[in-house]
């Protein structure tokens, strides 16, 4: 382990905090130049704080990334510890967190957390007390729901027997015990499954040599916590039993909020990366000592390490696990669960975030955790079903558009059959039933179904189609994959806590019909029937609105529901991509612009009418498809003549 040591003044003089120089980090951050760092050599002997920075930098420049310093670098304490973060602009810039062990005089260093070194691999003696103490002290100290209370067990688990015996699948008659949940990658390497052919020799024995690593180590973990029954879906579930897979589909999100702890292997593509990882490379070389900071040297060093990303929630990196769109329900419902990273092991409950680095510890989320108009109200409304009671009636604001921050991220993973995207959702759904938010729809829900109504594909380097077999009705953003799906009410920053809409119609009927056992899964068929202004229009019709003096291609913006992968680079616009099944030659199809609401001006946003775009349908009945989504900016009376075409109608949408 390399040591860099500065030698500080034993005077009262080193005391103080922080010089002349960086008394600027009392605003949190500090911003030192490559030249800075030449100049703060001569506070190093004084400044406490200037000595962790140059000592940082050049442990770092010299052990592990030597061009970390190149352009200066960034001291941040706003997270709780002190952090330095390099200047790139090129890529995302790496960042080194100090810390100190147990025992460190803390009064001399109190921007400096106090953390342990992390083992050098997580399948370690060390790794499963840590492990063990946290589940202990949820136990004892938390009101985490199912902590302390034994769950029936799922249809089947593994009953994973010792080191000295084969596991075997179980099959229980709702007895109620402790049992694990693993959430892993499928990934593309074939992984063994229970399938009807081999259920039989299953519940006998599953030889060790035919589990995968990620399996084999979820039996460990299991083993050391002292339990006996574990979840995995590939062999609880019988795979080619449809019957099988839609009824263990539609209580899954009992099986995972049942559990007494659910096992994440965060970090592997399939199943053999396994949950363990090696440490040693990102150990030996990223935490070393940088300084004794006392003329005795007798209260020990400070360290410095590469900060882990923690992986937060789904998609908050880009661990393999976070892009798939099952984790979502896996993550959100169970009350607690152990992420093992290839960097470091995990802890999550209702209650609180712990690491093995404590950093995690520190964050200040507390505030976060409070409020249901921040981006953690996802996390807290999904993870306890008792989220709502907290949230009075007159707020369901918040709760739809909690459910559509929950969709627009949902959306942005991964399934391997697009027919999956309702039931990998389902139990997440099954957590708003029952506040207000009325009949379940295909992923969008009744009592707020025209704000639901208007996803819409978002611009960029993406294409989008709908499914060669129906998925959903077309105004569900089920009946589509690819691209990117947005909702017009989520601003980046969060849920807000209003809706100043007009709604401009009514919902006079909505209603699908469930493919299966699932309530909130696969559907057969589905329809809504609104009452509202409807305009006949044509694309040609459509470019009239889209240039209006003084803003050029601002007036109007229209996102169909298909862009092709041929036809995508050819208009930035999209004036001409709609769904070529559906459409005729471009000028000549006959669209309805139905319109929805309009957002009144607020500060100086201007007027915006927004409306759905139909077709109609080929059938004998009078039925529309949905086709896209449009929004008309008021600037002129030019927008609102336009609509005055509109006579009110009754559209049935399928």
């Excluded at 680095?357 to 008792?386: N, R, T």
């Excluded at 960029?460 to 129906?470: F, I, M, P, Q, T």
């Excluded at 899964?521 to 019709?541: A, F, H, N, P, Q």
Aim: charged share 25%; proline share 4%; glycine share 6%.
């Amino acid at each position: 382990m390399e040591i860099t040591s500065f030698k500080t003044d034993g005077s009262k003089a080193h005391e103080n905090v922080h010089c002349n120089f960086c008394t600027t980090v009392q605003k949190q951050e500090l911003v030192v130049s490559k030249e800075d760092l030449a100049k703060i050599q001569v506070s190093v002997a004084t400044c406490r704080f200037c000595a962790l920075i140059l000592g940082g930098s050049e442990a770092v420049s010299r052990s592990l990334y030597p061009k970390f310093a190149d352009n200066g670098v960034r001291a941040d304490k706003s997270s709780g510890g002190l952090v330095l973060t390099e200047r790139n602009y090129s890529r995302a810039p790496k960042k080194f967190s100090f810390y100190t062990l147990p025992g460190t005089e803390t009064d001399r260093w109190p921007y400096i957390p106090i953390s342990q070194h992390r083992p050098h691999n997580s399948n370690s003696p060390q790794t499963f007390q840590i492990m063990r103490q946290w589940i202990k002290d949820c136990d004892e100290s938390h009101s985490c729901k199912g902590s302390k209370l034994l769950s029936s067990l799922p249809k089947r688990v593994v009953d994973v027997g010792s080191d000295n015996t084969q596991p075997q699948l179980y099959e229980s008659a709702g007895e109620k015990a402790r049992y694990v949940c693993l959430s892993h990658c499928w990934g593309r390497t074939q992984i063994i499954r229970t399938l009807t052919s081999n259920l039989e020799s299953h519940k006998k024995s599953i030889p060790w040599s035919s589990l995968s690593k990620t399996f084999q180590d979820a039996i460990k973990i299991t083993r050391e916590l002292g339990l006996r029954y574990l979840w995995i879906d590939s062999l609880c579930i019988i795979q080619d039993s449809l019957s099988d897979w839609e009824n263990q589909a539609a209580v899954m999100g009992d099986i995972y909020s049942g559990s007494y702890i659910t096992i994440a292997a965060t970090w592997s593509a399939d199943g053999s990366g396994g949950c363990f990882s090696n440490r040693n490379a990102f150990e030996a070389y990223s935490e070393v000592i940088i300084s004794h900071f006392d003329a005795n040297q007798s209260s020990g060093g400070v360290f410095i390490r590469e900060r882990p990303l923690h992986d937060a929630r789904p998609g908050g990196n880009d661990r393999p696990l976070n892009t798939r769109a099952w984790v979502m329900q896996e993550y959100y419902l169970p009350s607690r669960i152990v992420k093992f990273d290839d960097t470091e092991i995990i802890f999550e409950c209702i209650t609180e975030r712990r690491c093995e680095c404590g950093e995690y510890d520190l964050e200040d989320v507390g505030a976060d955790l409070k409020s249901p108009i921040k981006p953690w109200a996802i996390e807290i409304a999904l993870k306890s079903k008792k989220t709502f009671q907290r949230w009075p009636d007159e707020n369901e604001v918040i709760q739809s558009l909690t459910w559509l921050l929950a969709v627009q991220s949902f959306l942005a993973r991964d399934v391997t059959y697009e027919s999956d995207r309702l039931p990998a959702i389902s139990a997440l759904a099954k957590n708003f039933l029952g506040h207000n938010m009325g009949n379940y729809l295909a992923g969008l829900w009744e009592n707020h179904l025209r704000q639901h109504l208007l996803w819409y594909k978002q611009r960029g380097n993406s294409w989008s189609g709908r499914h060669e077999v129906y998925c959903a009705p077309s105004w569900s953003w089920a009946a589509t994959h690819g691209g990117r799906t947005v909702y017009p009410d989520l601003p980046s920053n969060g849920v807000r806590n209003r809706d100043d809409h007009m709604y401009e119609c009514t919902i006079l009927e909505a209603a699908c019909c469930p493919a299966g056992p699932d309530s909130t899964g696969r559907v057969l068929s589905g329809y809504v029937i609104i009452r509202g202004l409807l305009r006949k229009t044509s694309l040609d019709d459509l470019r009239t609105l889209k240039r209006t003096e003084g803003h050029w291609e601002h007036a109007m913006h229209f996102y169909p529901d298909v862009v092709s992968e041929e036809t995508y680079p050819k208009n930035r616009f999209y004036t001409n991509l709609l769904d070529s099944e559906q459409t005729a030659v471009e000028g000549q199809t006959t669209l309805f612009c139905l319109k929805i609401r309009t957002r009144p001006q607020v500060d100086s946003c201007v007027p915006q009418i927004q409306s759905l775009v139909l077709v109609q349908s080929s059938g004998e009945k009078e039925e529309y498809s949905r086709v896209g989504y449009i929004t008309h900016n008021i600037f002129d009376e030019t927008q609102k003549l336009w609509w005055e075409g509109a006579k009110e109608t009754e559209a049935s949408i399928i």
